[in-house]
């Protein structure tokens, strides 16, 4: 379940004190920048990705790619957020599963594969999840909130991709 949650831990909100992480996380959304969580700079992977893009209503959308839990299947998929101070929020819901794309090493999964984690995610729970970044050594802790309830079990750094060649999603084949 918890890289399953790391396609959503690209989502976090509800602080409204300005912090220096809030400020560099604004920034970094605006120039474009990539998130990766749980990085692996050695071999450059990463267990998920995001691209953030600010609408008009000052709300996220952003475009993720994230290894399921216990698997080498990477969804790709969008979805919506919120900004708000150091955080980033959202909500996994089992019908965005259907718009999702799933792959393994480049390819797309069989349609019968797709099937079966499309009717397993679908099961899932409406979830809200909330990531609080802190910076730390270079990039970001991040605390994660299940529907308001802290989870450390689910705690994840992250760092900021200006340039992502050569950084995949899941593990080197």
């Known amino acids: ?16 004190a300005q912090t220096p992480e809030s400020n560099q996380i604004r920034r970094f959304i605006e120039e474009g920048q990539v998130q ?10 990463c267990e998920s990705m995001a691209t953030y893009r600010f609408v008009a209503d000052g709300s996220l959308t952003y475009d993720y790619s994230a290894l399921l839990s216990g698997t080498d299947i990477v969804r790709n998929g969008t979805a919506l957020a919120t900004l708000d101070g150091n955080k980033i929020c ?24 797709r099937q079966q984690i499309v009717s ?32 450390p079990e689910l705690a994840q750094n992250s760092i900021w991709l200006r340039d992502t060649q050569g950084w995949i999603v899941g593990q080197r084949p």
Do not use: W
Not at 36 to 45: A, F, I, K, L, V
Not at 135 to 140: T, Y
């Open 120 to 151: 397993a995610l679908e099961r899932l729970p409406e979830t809200h999840i909330c990531t609080q970044y802190t910076a730390d050594n270079g990039q970001f802790a991040g605390t994660v909130y299940v529907n308001g309830t802290a989870r």
């Open 36 to 45: 990766c969580n749980g990085p692996q700079e050695s071999d450059r992977t």
């Open 90 to 113: 959202g909500v996994i819901s089992g019908a965005e599963a259907r718009d999702s794309s799933f792959e393994r090493n480049g390819a797309p999964v069989p349609d019968n594969v």
């Open 1 to 16: 379940m918890r890289k399953l949650l790391a396609v959503m831990l690209c989502l976090t909100s509800v602080a409204h």
